[in-house]
């Protein structure tokens, strides 16, 4: 049996997430205002403070690198287990503007390889391979 009202929450967090995709886009326009970098130029060379706009740039590009297979684990694999897989948007989408602290992006991949095991999960629990839910039985997932 497929928890249908559950997986609202699901479709809550893949919305949550395009704002937040939308917020690192604005900051990047911001950023080529302030620091006067021009489109189609990526990054600025500028050695004062080309590295702050670089940041700003790469916080949005490093999201939209690891966005298509987000939204698809997202969506695929809470169809089986919509309370697992929202409260990892929390550890995915932790924008990384500081490259001191680029080991949170550590923490994103590890999030993002749960949420493609439990898309792998649910498609073993579609095909019988398993049993959906939590139960104690033989075969199960968790």
Same mark, same amino acid.
């Given at each position: 049996?497929?928890?249908?009202?559950?997986?609202?929450?699901?479709?809550?967090?893949?919305?949550?997430?395009?704002?937040?995709?939308?917020?690192?886009?604005?900051?990047?326009?911001?950023?080529?205002?302030?620091?006067?970098?021009?489109?189609?130029?990526?990054?600025?060379? @500028?050695?004062?403070?080309?590295?702050?706009?670089?940041?700003?740039?790469?916080?949005?590009?490093?999201?939209?690198?690891?966005?298509?297979?987000?939204?698809?684990?997202?969506?695929?694999?809470?169809?089986?287990?919509?309370?697992? @897989?929202?409260?990892?948007?929390?550890?995915?989408?932790?924008?990384? $503007? @500081?490259?001191?602290?680029?080991?949170?992006?550590?923490?994103?991949?590890?999030?993002?390889?749960?949420?493609?095991? $439990?898309?792998?999960?649910?498609?073993?629990?579609?095909?019988?391979?398993?049993?959906?839910?939590?139960?104690?039985?033989?075969?199960?997932?968790?």
């Amino acid at each position: 049996m497929l928890p249908a009202e559950e997986y609202g929450f699901v479709l809550l967090t893949g919305a949550a997430s395009f704002v937040m995709v939308l917020h690192l886009a604005i900051n990047v326009g911001k950023a080529r205002k302030k620091y006067k970098v021009e489109y189609p130029t990526m990054y600025s060379t @500028d050695p004062e403070n080309g590295h702050i706009f670089n940041c700003i740039q790469r916080a949005h590009q490093n999201t939209l690198e690891v966005y298509p297979p987000f939204l698809f684990f997202l969506a695929v694999g809470g169809v089986y287990h919509p309370h697992t @897989d929202g409260p990892r948007l929390k550890l995915v989408n932790l924008p990384r $503007t @500081d490259p001191n602290k680029r080991y949170r992006g550590g923490v994103a991949s590890l999030a993002l390889f749960a949420l493609m095991g $439990t898309t792998v999960c649910s498609a073993f629990q579609h095909l019988g391979w398993v049993r959906p839910g939590l139960g104690s039985g033989s075969k199960s997932c968790h």
